[in-house]
């Protein structure tokens, strides 16, 4: 076990591609670490030079106390999972697993222990005698996961080892992988491209955007408090609801022009971001989380004033909640991360330039459907707040 | 697999399953394919007919107009064995065939290892340079290789004219190139990942090579060391101009030598010498034919 620390890291291809921009990441010993980021974002990139299949142009890579810049990935003591899993297609279970412990000479006895031990832990018992190829697409991911806990690594690397796994499967082997990477206590560094594996199995999540990164924190902070844009667009799901505003004064009080809505910022929210007042008479971006609207008609007392009016033109029942997508008069936010994000969500371009798509999550006593006028409350202490320029927060 | 074993009439081959029917509907559906298959098997068998029939025929003679000659016997054979030196000829030509077959096999390995591995300097032109220079036919090769050896036989002439190790050389460089190219194709489907794996897990670039790479593809060294063989045993151009002595000869070279003074006289043995050249041949293909099954890769990556 060991932390790793990435030092103003690079890479530069010789073609001139710049993949990773000056990465600094300090990944504490025993911390679970997801890299999270669209395609083409670095992230493999940057675990790859971890693992040492990569060159790192320029920067400190330490794994413990050494400087592992040079080493070849044999000698920095790392196990990784790939997305493929990799398996060797001659080798049965048991020696695909073993074969790491093979190669450096380990006792027999030693390796009939660990593999013993690893099988039992991922429930491969019964069949280490098999070849991958008899093996299901959850069977191979467990021996892949074997290949790596056997070698007692001082660092776990991961390149989105559950992507090939059917929805189901996933989110059973996500817990396992959880569960397995906190009974062992090793530094981990999980990559992929699916926020919710970030949110639900990270310690800590850094976003990468075009190789440099976004931020980094633990999953819930990066929900809640979001540096620009594409972080707050990229994590949750459904992705945080965004439309151009503008910031007028009201007396001494801030108003948020929202479409037909002028919503007032309460005093809490203002003192929280004291950055808002040079945004008065500008415009904004305005990020509002699903949860963080209402139906009007199940909340007692609230705000007039706090209310989006639009007409319902989807519905989700989802049992616990019910999803309302309407569409918002105000004009959609269209920055290069909007754009990247679309891009990466494969989502159609909107319509109309001047109207937003919203998702609201409503709870599931409303009554709403499709085609109804809505009139929707919104949590104003909790609205986000970024420059429409910069994409930013603004704090 | 169950399922395609018992779906009928699909691959024509001769494990078959008649289903019930109209008669017209069998002939049409399979019959044909076996019309086809008889005279494929006719076509491809009537020289090797032609040439048993040659080798059995006491009069030394291709113009017989039996398949079975009058008078036929295995004369031929034994004077094949004990008038010529057809046994040092055979020797030489396993000798240098299997020994070309497999260091060709090794060394164009290695190269389309590094081909499809690595990323270096010179490595585009290498590949094309390796593939033009095979457009090149042998016979510019001659002259060159013969100036030269006759050079080298001066000076070192463990390898030079009339010696196996010098005539393997030539063999090895020549199969060099479309042996590389081969191989390079089959190891670019192997996926890196599995590389890659190896080399967290620990091996260097040689227990990759060797453990990983080298077993999954067998079918391709198969290939390429049987046709390396065959190429080796049945080459005569530039072995009739390196060997001239008698005892250095390979069996292509001694047996033109049989039938190139008088014409038609020695044609029996000629034909028993290819019978008996063709066995090894025969043989090799049979063993290595397990090995030229593909699928060895299938699992090592989701699919």
């Known amino acids: 076990m060991a932390e790793v620390i990435l030092d103003r890291v690079n890479k530069q291809y010789e073609n001139g591609f710049h993949a990773v921009k000056d990465l600094d990441l300090d990944i504490a010993d025993g911390e679970f670490l997801v890299l999270v980021g669209p395609s083409g974002c670095g992230k493999s990139t940057a675990l790859r030079m971890v693992a040492g299949l990569e060159d790192i142009t320029s920067g400190t890579l330490k794994i413990g106390d050494r400087v592992v810049n040079t080493l070849s990935p044999r000698d920095r003591d790392i196990a990784m999972v790939f997305q493929s899993y990799a398996l060797y297609p001659h080798m049965t279970v048991a020696d695909n697993i073993s074969y790491g412990l093979k190669i450096r000479r380990m006792e027999k006895a030693e390796i009939d222990r660990r593999v013993k031990k690893a099988a039992e832990m991922l429930e491969l018992g019964a069949l280490l005698d098999r070849r991958p190829k008899q093996l299901s697409g959850g069977q191979r991911q467990r021996v892949a996961m074997g290949r790596a806990i056997v070698r007692e690594p001082q660092v776990f690397l991961m390149d989105e080892p559950l992507s090939n796994l059917d929805a189901k499967l996933r989110v059973q082997m996500r817990a396992e992988i959880a569960q397995v990477q906190h009974d062992l206590n090793v530094t981990t560094i999980y990559v992929t491209h699916d926020q919710t594996e970030a949110m639900t199995m990270g310690d800590r999540v850094a976003l990468m955007k075009a190789g440099v990164l976004q931020q980094v924190g633990n999953p819930q902070f990066l929900y809640d408090n979001p540096d620009n844009i594409f972080v707050a667009g990229f994590i949750g799901s459904p992705p945080m609801n965004m439309a151009l505003a503008q910031v007028e004064r009201d007396g001494d009080d801030l108003v948020v022009v929202l479409g037909r809505s002028r919503l007032p910022l309460p005093a809490a929210a203002r003192s929280e971001r004291p950055g808002l007042d040079a945004y008065a008479g500008r415009q904004v971006a305005v990020g509002i989380r699903s949860e963080d609207m209402e139906d009007a008609r199940l909340v007692r007392g609230a705000d007039e004033r706090s209310r989006l009016r639009a007409t319902v033109s989807l519905i989700e029942a989802l049992g616990s909640q019910i999803m309302v997508h309407f569409l918002l008069d105000a004009p959609r936010v269209v920055t290069e991360d909007t754009k990247l994000l679309d891009k990466d969500a494969h989502a159609e371009e909107a319509p109309k330039h001047d109207a937003t798509k919203f998702v609201a999550s409503f709870a599931p006593r409303s009554r709403v459907r499709a085609g109804d006028e809505v009139e929707v409350v919104v949590d104003t202490e909790r609205m986000h707040f970024f420059d429409p320029t910069t994409g930013d927060a603004i704090r | ?303």
């Open chain 2, 1 to 303: 697999m169950a399922a395609t074993d018992t779906l009928p009439a699909t691959t024509g081959d001769e494990t078959v399953v008649r289903l019930g029917g109209a008669q017209g509907g069998w002939f049409r559906q399979v019959g044909w394919r076996h019309l086809v298959g008889l005279l494929a098997l006719a076509f491809s068998l009537f020289p090797i007919l032609f040439v048993v029939s040659a080798a059995v025929n006491p009069l030394g003679t291709l113009s017989s107009s039996e398949l079975v000659p009058t008078g036929a016997s295995f004369e031929n054979f034994r004077k094949l064995f004990v008038d010529t030196a057809f046994p040092t000829w055979f020797l030489n030509s396993m000798v240098i065939g299997l020994l070309a077959a497999a260091l060709s096999m090794f060394v164009s390995a290695c190269a389309a290892f590094a081909f499809s591995r690595y990323r270096f300097r010179g490595r585009r032109a290498g590949l094309l340079g390796i593939l033009l220079v095979q457009m090149f036919p042998q016979f510019l090769l001659i002259v060159a290789l013969y100036i030269m050896f006759a050079y080298v036989s001066d000076l070192w002439p463990a390898v030079g004219f009339n010696t196996r190790t010098g005539l393997l050389l030539l063999y090895l460089g020549g199969a060099l190139g479309t042996n590389t190219w081969l191989m390079k194709g089959f190891f670019d489907t192997i996926p890196k990942d599995l590389d890659e794996s190896a080399k967290v897990d620990g091996a260097t670039h040689a227990q990759v090579f060797f453990g990983l790479i080298l077993p999954l593809v067998t079918p391709i060294l198969a290939v390429t060391g049987l046709l390396g063989f065959i190429s080796a045993v049945n080459e005569f151009l530039i072995a009739s101009v390196f060997l001239t002595d008698d005892d250095a000869k390979t069996a292509a070279v001694g047996l033109y030598g049989l039938v190139s003074e008088e014409r038609n006289n020695n044609f029996g043995v000629f034909a028993a010498g290819a019978l008996v050249l063709a066995v090894p041949t025969v043989a090799l293909f049979q063993f290595l034919q397990r090995y030229i099954v593909g699928g060895l890769t299938a699992g090592a990556v989701k699919g």
